[in-house]
Protein backbone atom coordinates (compact mmCIF):
# COMPACT_ATOMS: atom_id res chain seq x y z
CA UNK A 1 0.00 0.00 0.00
CA UNK A 2 1.35 3.84 -0.96
CA UNK A 3 0.60 6.62 1.01
CA UNK A 4 -1.80 7.53 3.66
CA UNK A 5 -5.87 6.53 3.84
CA UNK A 6 -7.48 9.68 3.65
CA UNK A 7 -10.15 10.30 6.30
CA UNK A 8 -12.91 12.99 6.53
CA UNK A 9 -14.76 14.51 9.44
CA UNK A 10 -17.47 17.00 9.93
CA UNK A 11 -17.35 19.46 12.58
CA UNK A 12 -21.23 20.20 12.66
CA UNK A 13 -21.81 23.09 14.60
CA UNK A 14 -25.22 25.06 14.88
CA UNK A 15 -23.64 27.96 13.02
CA UNK A 16 -21.01 28.40 10.68
CA UNK A 17 -20.53 32.54 11.62
CA UNK A 18 -21.11 31.84 15.33
CA UNK A 19 -20.44 28.03 16.48
CA UNK A 20 -21.80 27.49 19.99
CA UNK A 21 -22.40 24.27 20.03
CA UNK A 22 -20.97 20.64 18.15
CA UNK A 23 -22.36 17.80 17.45
CA UNK A 24 -21.10 14.78 18.46
CA UNK A 25 -21.11 11.19 17.51
CA UNK A 26 -20.83 7.60 19.86
CA UNK A 27 -19.04 5.28 18.40
CA UNK A 28 -20.53 1.35 17.78
CA UNK A 29 -17.43 -0.20 16.65
CA UNK A 30 -14.79 -1.52 16.37
CA UNK A 31 -14.92 -3.05 19.64
CA UNK A 32 -11.38 -0.96 21.01
CA UNK A 33 -13.54 2.46 20.02
CA UNK A 34 -17.42 1.63 20.46
CA UNK A 35 -18.97 3.91 23.30
CA UNK A 36 -16.19 6.59 22.47
CA UNK A 37 -17.02 9.80 20.67
CA UNK A 38 -15.95 10.89 17.14
CA UNK A 39 -16.28 13.34 14.19
CA UNK A 40 -18.78 11.81 11.67
CA UNK A 41 -17.18 11.04 8.66
CA UNK A 42 -15.39 8.28 6.48
CA UNK A 43 -12.70 7.58 4.21
CA UNK A 44 -12.22 8.96 0.77
CA UNK A 45 -13.01 7.10 -1.71
CA UNK A 46 -11.08 6.74 -5.28
CA UNK A 47 -11.52 9.22 -7.49
CA UNK A 48 -13.07 11.40 -4.81
CA UNK A 49 -11.71 15.25 -3.15
CA UNK A 50 -12.26 15.54 0.56
CA UNK A 51 -15.02 17.56 0.13
CA UNK A 52 -17.61 15.64 -2.05
CA UNK A 53 -16.37 12.18 0.47
CA UNK A 54 -17.45 14.26 3.54
CA UNK A 55 -20.89 15.61 1.67
CA UNK A 56 -21.32 11.99 0.77
CA UNK A 57 -20.52 10.83 4.63
CA UNK A 58 -22.58 13.24 6.75
CA UNK A 59 -25.87 12.27 3.95
CA UNK A 60 -24.74 8.37 4.16
CA UNK A 61 -24.17 8.29 8.85
CA UNK A 62 -26.61 11.30 9.67
CA UNK A 63 -28.91 11.68 7.09
CA UNK A 64 -28.26 15.73 6.15
CA UNK A 65 -26.84 18.00 3.70
CA UNK A 66 -24.43 20.35 4.88
CA UNK A 67 -22.30 23.77 3.82
CA UNK A 68 -19.09 23.50 4.65
CA UNK A 69 -17.01 26.14 6.49
CA UNK A 70 -13.22 26.53 7.19
CA UNK A 71 -11.08 23.22 7.88
CA UNK A 72 -9.94 22.89 10.75
CA UNK A 73 -5.92 23.04 10.46
CA UNK A 74 -3.31 20.13 11.14
CA UNK A 75 0.34 20.52 11.24
CA UNK A 76 0.28 19.23 7.97
CA UNK A 77 -1.30 18.93 4.64
CA UNK A 78 -2.29 15.77 5.22
CA UNK A 79 -4.39 16.63 8.12
CA UNK A 80 -4.42 14.94 12.15
CA UNK A 81 -2.89 11.53 11.99
CA UNK A 82 -5.20 8.84 13.48
CA UNK A 83 -2.63 6.14 13.42
CA UNK A 84 0.48 5.13 11.58
CA UNK A 85 -1.80 4.53 8.24
CA UNK A 86 -4.40 7.38 8.26
CA UNK A 87 -4.86 10.78 8.41
CA UNK A 88 -8.11 13.13 8.73
CA UNK A 89 -8.81 16.23 8.11
CA UNK A 90 -11.98 18.38 9.50
CA UNK A 91 -14.02 20.91 8.47
CA UNK A 92 -17.05 23.19 10.16
CA UNK A 93 -20.02 22.29 8.87
CA UNK A 94 -23.30 23.90 9.35
CA UNK A 95 -26.57 21.55 8.79
CA UNK A 96 -28.70 22.67 5.05
CA UNK A 97 -31.00 19.79 5.07
CA UNK A 98 -32.62 17.06 6.98
CA UNK A 99 -32.55 16.21 11.14
CA UNK A 100 -29.14 14.95 11.61
CA UNK A 101 -30.17 10.92 12.70
CA UNK A 102 -27.15 7.88 13.73
CA UNK A 103 -27.77 6.04 10.19
CA UNK A 104 -24.68 4.35 10.85
CA UNK A 105 -21.94 3.79 12.49
CA UNK A 106 -23.76 5.71 15.50
CA UNK A 107 -25.65 4.69 18.16
CA UNK A 108 -26.35 8.42 19.85
CA UNK A 109 -25.59 11.75 18.32
CA UNK A 110 -25.35 14.92 20.84
CA UNK A 111 -25.21 18.31 20.33
CA UNK A 112 -22.85 20.03 23.32
CA UNK A 113 -21.68 23.03 23.81
CA UNK A 114 -18.47 24.45 22.27
CA UNK A 115 -17.80 26.39 25.96
CA UNK A 116 -14.48 25.26 26.92
CA UNK A 117 -15.83 24.32 30.54
CA UNK A 118 -18.64 22.81 29.10
CA UNK A 119 -19.47 19.20 28.07
CA UNK A 120 -17.23 18.56 25.11
CA UNK A 121 -13.68 18.04 27.27
CA UNK A 122 -15.12 15.95 29.79
CA UNK A 123 -16.77 13.32 26.68
CA UNK A 124 -14.61 10.02 26.16
CA UNK A 125 -13.31 10.84 22.72
CA UNK A 126 -11.51 8.65 20.22
CA UNK A 127 -7.85 9.77 21.30
CA UNK A 128 -6.67 10.77 18.02
CA UNK A 129 -9.98 13.07 17.87
CA UNK A 130 -8.78 14.66 21.26
CA UNK A 131 -6.42 17.29 19.53
CA UNK A 132 -8.24 18.23 16.75
CA UNK A 133 -11.47 19.18 19.47
CA UNK A 134 -9.15 21.18 21.20
CA UNK A 135 -8.05 23.01 17.57
CA UNK A 136 -11.58 23.18 17.30
CA UNK A 137 -12.34 24.87 20.29
CA UNK A 138 -9.35 27.51 19.56
CA UNK A 139 -10.70 27.86 15.90
CA UNK A 140 -14.13 28.69 17.27
CA UNK A 141 -13.34 31.24 20.39
CA UNK A 142 -11.42 33.28 17.10
CA UNK A 143 -14.80 33.09 14.84
CA UNK A 144 -16.68 34.22 17.96
CA UNK A 145 -14.24 36.85 18.84
CA UNK A 146 -14.27 38.15 15.27
CA UNK A 147 -17.85 38.31 14.84
CA UNK A 148 -18.26 40.15 18.39
CA UNK A 149 -16.08 42.96 17.30
CA UNK A 150 -17.82 43.66 14.04
Do not use: C, Y
Not at 20 to 40: H, I, K, S
Not at 63 to 75: Q, Y
Amino acid sequence: MTGLIKVVGGAVVDSLARPTRLLVARRTAPPQFAGMWEFPGGKVESGEVAEQALHRELREELGIGVRLGTEVLAETAAGWPLNARASMRVWFAEVTDGEPQPLEDHDELRWVSLDRNGEVLTLPWIPADLPIVRALLDSAARVESAAAQR
